[in-house]
């Protein structure tokens, strides 16, 4: 099991900046962070889960979908067992729920059914 804890958020005008930060606060046994592709993923209302960015295991290779390239940075801290997303420029389309998934089958996977754990989400709203 592994379980991840945000933080970060909240409310912010169009042309801002937020950041997000998730934590995980315990990995499977005999695993590490370090063993995990991490990435984000946003939801807004009625809406599905959509990718948003991902990142590989020594946050090297990145991976964005093409609304956010050049504005979101996705990075890792495996000390701190730790990721987090730099959102700059925010655009109101930037609202929603975003959520931290991690996956031990591999690396910069854009679909969320490969990632089998999540944290809690955290409310992102970009006003106009």
């Known amino acids: 099991q592994v379980q991840l804890v945000q933080s970060g958020g909240g409310l912010m005008q169009a042309g801002g900046s937020l950041s997000l930060s998730c934590v995980a606060s315990s990995v499977a046994s005999g695993k590490i962070f370090d063993n995990y592709g991490m990435a984000w993923f946003r939801q807004a209302p009625g809406k599905e889960r959509e990718f948003i960015a991902a990142?590989?295991?020594?946050?090297?290779?990145?991976k964005y979908t093409d609304s956010v390239k050049g504005r979101f940075a996705i990075s890792r801290d495996n000390t701190k067992k730790t990721v987090f997303l730099q959102m700059n420029n925010l655009k109101p389309e930037d609202t929603g729920v975003y959520y931290c998934g991690a996956s031990y089958t591999g690396v910069l996977f854009t679909t969320a059914s490969r990632y089998g754990y999540w944290g809690q989400g955290t409310q992102v709203t970009v006003s106009s």
């Open positions: 990142i590989d295991l020594p946050g090297r290779r990145t």
